[in-house]
């Protein structure tokens, strides 16, 4: 192989130009080989290189199509490459313009042979291939080695390269770069993008885990408007009470319709729920994320039915959605919106036999109110040593919220009348239901209400 054949070579550019394609241009001008201030020892081996635009396009006398640029050239430029971004030859440089009173040069307006005028000139010659010699792929995997920070693997290419071509400018300098790195390597950074890899990749596996188990566990569970929109649409969903023993009977609400089943009944086998297989049944319960409901759930499966659902937040989540809801015995009003605003497992209960006092007058408030769960209570008020009946309060029922408004000692006695289990509210969630709840707070006003007219009306009847 001649060694002409293995010097670098640049690719010829297939492509049209166009007005404003960006230039670079190669040469060995001049005005640098021979300026006074600059060293003679190695200026005259490294190319200048000078950037511009295609600006226009022109004929030479003889009709040969010509490439205008702005790429600044001078005497000594003439034959070398204009190249363009993509580093293929877009012309080679052929003359630059002259001042028309003298002979300096007119920087702005030079010319370049057309590239496809290049390729017609190599036709016919042993250049079959322009772009490609043995130097091109050595070279550039030396530059990409020394840039990635594979410095031995950069110095070894970059060797080679030198044998191949000795000498060039570039080569040595970048060789001499690659032994200063694989003699002092350069101090590697902290792997900050693979602890951030192992760390995200650490993360979707532990989110992954818990999304994979957040999908198990809500795959069967419906939201309180999901319900509704299946009754909207005509499905027709049965709605299972499937609460404890304990929570079915301590509470006086219920969806409406709702079909009672004991999950005990379930767990043992022994239930009987007359629903078709295929109809879409909805239970609900009161236990923490709806555990209940998902024991029976599972079973129901077992035994064929398909369509079971999980009601999301269970009786609470109903509530808490202000829709529809039905009392298993008579409630007064007040008492319907306290209990759907209660969540039983985490309101204090207290029993009373009969005859029992649950506070005197005069006592102090102790920040508590009181609803009737079970039993029934009066209200009594000394009046000239003598205990009289104020008023007589059944479930559901609401006494002792005038003290915690008045903020003063009790105004009247309560006493049990029978066995009697209250529901202790105290007065920060007192507060809170008032400022969160607006239904329930009318209904407070109500009931203080109609306790003010019934005094004045005990008063008026004592005179």
Same mark, same amino acid.
């Given at each position: 192989?001649?060694?002409?054949?293995?010097?670098?070579?640049?690719?010829?550019?297939?492509?049209?130009?166009?007005?404003?394609?960006?230039?670079?241009?190669?040469?060995?001008?001049?005005?640098?080989?021979?300026?006074?201030?600059?060293?003679?020892?190695?200026?005259?081996?490294?190319?200048? $290189?000078?950037?511009?635009?295609?600006?226009?396009?022109?004929?030479?006398?003889?009709?040969?199509?010509?490439?205008?640029?702005?790429?600044?050239?001078?005497?000594?430029? %003439?034959?070398?490459?204009?190249?363009?971004?993509?580093?293929?030859?877009?012309?080679?440089?052929?003359? =630059?313009?002259?001042? %028309?009173?003298?002979?300096?040069?007119?920087?702005?307006?030079?010319?370049?042979?057309?590239?496809?005028?290049? *390729?017609?000139?190599?036709?016919?010659?042993? #250049?079959?291939?322009?772009?490609? %010699?043995?130097?091109?792929?050595?070279?550039?995997?030396? #530059?990409?080695?020394?840039?990635?920070?594979?410095?031995?693997?950069?110095?070894?290419?970059?060797?080679?390269?030198?044998?191949?071509?000795?000498?060039?400018?570039?080569?040595?300098?970048?060789?001499?770069?690659?032994?200063?790195? #694989?003699?002092?390597?350069?101090?590697?950074?902290?792997?900050?993008?693979?602890?951030?890899?192992?760390?995200?990749?650490?993360? /979707?596996?532990?989110?992954?885990?818990?999304?994979?188990?957040?999908?198990?566990?809500?795959?069967?569970?419906?939201?309180?408007?999901? $319900?509704?929109?299946?009754?909207?649409?005509?499905?027709?969903?049965?709605?299972?009470?499937?609460?404890?023993?304990?929570?079915?009977?301590?509470?006086?609400?219920?969806?409406?319709?709702?079909?009672?089943?004991?999950?005990?009944?379930?767990?043992?086998?022994?239930?009987? /729920?007359?629903?078709?297989?295929?109809?879409?049944?909805?239970?609900?319960?009161?236990?923490?994320?709806?555990?209940?409901?998902?024991?029976?759930?599972?079973?129901?499966?077992?035994?064929?039915?398909?369509?079971?659902?999980?009601?999301?937040?269970?009786?609470?989540?109903?509530?808490?959605?202000?829709?529809?809801?039905?009392?298993?015995?008579?409630?007064? %009003?007040?008492? *319907?919106?306290?209990?759907?605003?209660?969540?039983?497992?985490?309101?204090?209960?207290?029993?009373?036999?009969?005859?029992?006092? =649950?506070? /005197?007058?005069?006592?102090?408030?102790?920040?508590?109110?009181?609803?009737?769960?079970?039993?029934? =209570?009066?209200?009594?008020?000394?009046?000239?040593?003598?205990?009289?009946? /104020?008023?007589?309060?059944?479930?559901?029922?609401?006494?002792?919220?005038?003290?915690?408004?008045?903020?003063?000692?009790?105004?009247? +006695?309560?006493?049990? #009348?029978?066995?009697?289990?209250?529901?202790?509210?105290?007065?920060?969630?007192?507060?809170?239901?008032?400022?969160?709840?607006?239904?329930?707070?009318?209904?407070?006003?109500?009931?203080? +209400?109609?306790?003010?007219?019934?005094?004045?009306?005990?008063?008026?009847?004592?005179?």
């Amino acid at each position: 192989m001649s060694a002409l054949h293995r010097y670098p070579a640049l690719g010829i550019s297939q492509r049209a130009p166009q007005i404003s394609d960006p230039i670079h241009m190669l040469g060995f001008p001049s005005v640098v080989l021979y300026n006074e201030l600059l060293s003679r020892s190695d200026v005259v081996l490294d190319a200048s $290189v000078t950037n511009g635009a295609v600006s226009g396009f022109n004929k030479d006398t003889i009709g040969q199509d010509m490439i205008q640029t702005d790429a600044p050239a001078a005497h000594g430029s %003439s034959g070398g490459p204009a190249i363009g971004d993509d580093a293929n030859v877009i012309g080679i440089m052929t003359f =630059v313009s002259l001042s %028309s009173g003298g002979g300096s040069l007119v920087q702005g307006f030079n010319f370049l042979i057309p590239a496809k005028d290049v *390729l017609k000139f190599l036709s016919g010659t042993a #250049v079959t291939d322009p772009g490609q %010699s043995p130097f091109n792929p050595v070279w550039a995997a030396g #530059v990409d080695a020394f840039f990635d920070g594979r410095y031995s693997t950069a110095l070894a290419r970059l060797r080679e390269a030198d044998r191949l071509v000795p000498d060039l400018v570039d080569v040595k300098h970048l060789l001499r770069e690659a032994e200063e790195k #694989v003699k002092n390597p350069p101090p590697r950074p902290f792997p900050w993008a693979w602890v951030a890899v192992g760390v995200t990749l650490v993360s /979707l596996g532990a989110y992954g885990g818990t999304g994979v188990k957040r999908w198990r566990r809500n795959r069967y569970r419906v939201l309180p408007v999901q $319900v509704i929109g299946f009754m909207e649409s005509g499905q027709n969903p049965v709605l299972l009470d499937v609460r404890t023993k304990t929570d079915y009977e301590t509470s006086p609400l219920k969806l409406p319709r709702a079909i009672r089943l004991d999950p005990d009944e379930v767990e043992g086998g022994q239930f009987h /729920l007359g629903v078709d297989p295929m109809q879409l049944v909805i239970a609900y319960c009161t236990s923490p994320e709806e555990q209940c409901s998902a024991r029976v759930v599972q079973r129901l499966r077992q035994r064929g039915y398909r369509n079971v659902r999980i009601l999301k937040g269970g009786l609470g989540g109903w509530t808490n959605a202000r829709l529809p809801i039905e009392a298993k015995s008579h409630l007064p %009003s007040i008492g *319907l919106e306290i209990y759907k605003n209660l969540t039983m497992g985490d309101i204090e209960r207290h029993r009373f036999k009969a005859g029992d006092v =649950v506070f /005197l007058q005069d006592d102090d408030p102790r920040g508590e109110a009181y609803v009737i769960h079970s039993g029934a =209570v009066e209200i009594r008020r000394k009046i000239n040593d003598a205990d009289h009946v /104020l008023n007589r309060l059944g479930v559901g029922e609401l006494f002792g919220v005038l003290a915690l408004f008045l903020r003063s000692p009790r105004s009247a +006695s309560a006493v049990a #009348v029978s066995d009697t289990e209250l529901l202790i509210i105290k007065n920060e969630r007192l507060e809170w239901l008032i400022f969160n709840r607006p239904q329930l707070t009318m209904e407070i006003l109500k009931h203080l +209400s109609e306790l003010v007219v019934s005094t004045d009306a005990q008063r008026d009847g004592e005179r």
